[in-house]
């Protein structure tokens, strides 16, 4: 096939739904098919480069930190992808990019299968004064997008069930984001662990709780820096690892709370970099309830890091108490965890050793892409089907040619 990725959200920036999309991509080339991308250039220019669409953008912060939309239509590039006759288009996000997924869908009489990523009504503080009217404004934005498209993707029950209460009437399937496994399952050397621990002044004999992610107010990391500060372990450090327009009031709260010198912020560390990072870790925290699924958590234990975190619908499934992690609803749950992790390190090394396992099963990039193949495949020959057409093998060749864009 050849397969059209539209997303806002591309490399260089590191988050969720850009991880997605390199992993897809990747692996469904791997597959045999002939995949694009089309994304927002980080600049008004608008080019192409290496099979990706760059289309010129401004930054709009104000929105939400990092978000950037559109400025220019680049109808001649466009046209190129038109020309390029994709048989379905995978849009990653609600704004910009789908837009203009939209228009080429239309133009080719092609489907649109869409993944939801985010929960966006957790994220009404950067947008609206009221959570219900921003929560309003989100159902009604939602149904608008998804009426568009053939077909969505959740990465968890927990996005599919908030779809459900939106009111969404399209096929929902619910399909976990894949990862790179080989990125994080290759243990750096010692001398390489020891050297960033030396860099970031850290004991060689702590234990490290690590976060790693970024650092935003939704991520709600004051829970963990405030608990971290009521009972701080003698050979314990807290790592947080990532950057974020909140890292400057994180940073403030750890020095008031007096903890400053047991909490370290090493800012953003590249892709290339970060398996280290978790390598270094013992256990993972966090205390984040606006995941849809938490890619970071799926890293951390691909790494061989068992989880202690919030409990959350989008890790239903994933975190099995007592096996490769624990949930904690309050103070006192979290502290009877970590307690226990800390008290023995076999259980470190067999809780460690089963989160390793768990995610070989449930989290491989290449079976997500395999899925999602599937769910591609399924709308093509429904689609086809309702016209009278073969399918898959015979769908490019029978569509007819579009007038200019």
């Known amino acids: 096939m050849k397969i059209l990725l539209t997303t806002d959200w591309y490399a260089p920036t590191i988050n969720g739904v850009v ?10 080339m791997l597959r045999g098919h002939e995949v694009r991308v089309l994304t927002l250039s980080q600049t008004t220019h608008s080019y192409q480069l290496g099979g990706v669409t760059y289309i010129g953008s401004i930054g709009a912060g104000k929105v939400y930190p990092g978000a950037r939309i559109k400025t220019a239509f680049s109808s001649r590039l466009v046209q190129n992808l ?13 704004f910009s990019t789908f837009m203009i997924a939209r228009r080429i869908a239309k133009k080719l009489d092609i489907p649109i299968v ?11 503080h950067y947008f609206s004064p009221s959570k219900r009217w921003g929560r309003r404004m989100v159902a009604s934005l939602t149904r608008w997008i998804i009426r568009q498209t053939d077909c969505v993707i ?14 969404i009437d399209r096929e929902i399937r619910v399909i976990p984001t894949g990862i790179d496994l080989s990125r994080f399952t290759e243990t750096p050397r010692p001398a390489k662990l020891l050297a960033i621990k030396n860099k970031l002044d850290i004991p060689e004999e702590n234990l490290i709780m690590l976060f790693v992610g970024r650092l935003a107010k939704e991520k709600n990391l004051e829970e963990l820096l405030r608990y971290y500060a009521k009972r701080p372990a003698e050979k314990l450090t807290f790592l947080i690892v990532g950057d974020g327009p909140h890292r400057g009031a994180l940073e403030h709260l750890a020095a008031d709370l007096g903890i400053g010198d047991s909490v370290r912020f090493t800012g953003m560390i590249s892709p290339e970099h970060i398996g ?33 975190c919030h409990r959350d619908k989008s890790l239903d499934g994933v975190i ?18 970590l307690d226990l ?26 079976a997500f892409a395999e899925k999602v193949e599937g769910v591609y495949f399924q709308v093509l020959c429904g689609n086809e089907e309702n016209k009278t057409m073969s399918c898959p093998a015979e769908i490019s060749q029978q569509r007819a040619f579009p007038d200019d864009f």
């Open 19 to 28: 991880a997605s999309v390199l992993n897809l991509r990747r692996e469904l």
């Open 82 to 94: 038109v020309e390029w006759h994709p048989d379905i288009i995978h849009s990653q996000c609600e």
């Open 114 to 124: 869409h993944t939801y990523h985010t929960v966006y009504e957790d994220y009404t």
């Open 154 to 167: 959740a990465p968890t029950e927990k996005v599919r069930t908030l779809l459900l209460g939106y009111g």
């Open 276 to 308: 280290a990072y978790y390598h270094l870790g013992d256990i993972f925290v966090s205390a984040s309830v606006s995941e849809t699924q938490g890619l970071t958590y799926v890293e951390a234990m691909a790494s061989g890091l068992p989880i202690l």
């Open 320 to 337: 099995v108490e007592g096996k490769n992690g624990w949930l904690y609803e309050n103070e006192q749950e979290f502290f009877a965890k």
């Open 341 to 366: 992790f800390l008290s023995s390190k076999e259980l470190r090394q067999t809780m460690g050793r089963n989160a390793a396992e768990i995610t070989r099963q449930m989290f491989s990039a290449a």
